[in-house]
């Protein structure tokens, strides 16, 4: 099996920085950074470059360009802690919408999934949704838009993730890992964050894993899954 690339924040900022200034970006403003003290950890071809576009559009998305990628992901990163939704609708792809999943394995019959429309109102909609059912005790996850937000998908500052992976997922438990084989045809960046109280034996991790899908010149945000250690 081949070993994932590990590459230097310092390296890859860089890098980032250099593409940043040639290819287009999906926001003119408050760009985000990737976190000062985060590891990436994305796959690379045998001689560790990575593959280009050939076509002849400029304007045309290259699919296996890391950097688009990554820096769209942490643009909803941090829409996601700004909750502003009206800007992360525009990330939503127009006729998929996007899925949230509350714990790693997908369940693409029972995971709601919402419109770009529905997800620019959903703030201040009030309405209990039933979203998957809680890890060892059963009970429906029955909640709000914002009450989801704030304990599936944004219970960690993950703008600071310490380890963020490019189709690799950092942690994993005892649920299924099933993100690559239900969204196929797209990729996915993982913010992890390791465990933080010596008591729990590392057990407390948690992760945000943003999936996204090709379009002609962008990502698209199609899925949503937060990870944790499941009993």
Known sequence: ???PMVLSCALCLLAGLL???????PWDKDRPSVPANAM?????S??????????????ALDSQDNFSLLNTACYAVH??????????????????????TPYSTVTPESDLNFSPGQIE????????????????????IAMTFAQYIDQYVFNADYTQASQIGIDQIIYTGNALENLSEVYTGCRFVDFSLP????????????SLKLVFAPGEDCW????????????
């Open 1 to 3: 099996m081949k070993r």
């Open 19 to 25: 593409i940043g200034g040639i290819l287009p970006m």
């Open 40 to 44: 990436l950890i994305s796959p690379a």
């Open 46 to 59: 045998s001689d560790g470059s990575q593959t280009g576009t050939s076509g002849s559009d400029p304007n």
């Open 79 to 100: 829409l996601f802690q700004e909750k502003d939704y009206a800007a992360l609708a525009k990330l939503v792809h127009p006729e998929r919408g996007v899925t949230f």
């Open 121 to 140: 109102t959903l703030a201040a909609d009030q309405t209990v949704y039933t979203w998957g059912f809680m890890d060892g005790s059963g009970s429906p």
């Open 195 to 206: 465990g933080r109280d010596s008591s729990s034996q590392g057990l407390d991790w948690s």
């Open 220 to 231: 698209y945000l199609v899925g949503v899954v937060h990870g944790q250690w499941t009993i």
